[in-house]
């Protein structure tokens, strides 16, 4: 059974930093791109970071662009991404996503991200 495991949210002040692990199971990790996603209240989920199977790649969202990275270790099937200077506008759930093809697309449950002071 593959599963997608985040953890690491939580409520930081603005200007904090937090970061976020995804744990996978049950499938041949670097072989999946992995992918942050983010969905805020009455809003539509959307990409925030992606990173290639061996971590040469990246990829950002302009609004995190400089303050947030995405790593992976893949001796640990985890994912990771630092999140720095942290803005009330980062708040949301945050989703870990391992996606190769339409088939083999799976998503974790998410964890909150509440930037508040």
């Known amino acids: 059974q593959i599963q997608l495991v985040e953890s690491g949210g939580g409520l930081v002040q603005p200007g904090g930093s937090l970061r976020l692990s995804c744990v996978a199971s049950?499938?041949?990790?670097?072989?999946?791109?992995m992918t942050w996603y983010r969905q805020a209240p009455g809003k539509e989920r959307e990409l925030v970071a992606s990173i290639s199977g061996f971590g040469r790649n990246t990829n950002y969202a302009d609004s995190v662009k400089g303050r947030f990275t995405i790593s992976r270790d893949n001796a640990k099937n985890t994912v990771y991404l630092q999140m720095n200077s942290l803005k009330p506008e980062d708040t949301a759930v945050y989703y870990c996503?391992?996606?190769?093809?339409?088939?083999?697309?799976?998503w974790g449950q998410g964890t909150q991200v509440t930037v508040s002071s």
């Open positions: 996503n391992a996606r190769r093809t339409v088939k083999y697309d799976y």
């Open positions: 049950g499938l041949t990790f670097n072989t999946y791109p």
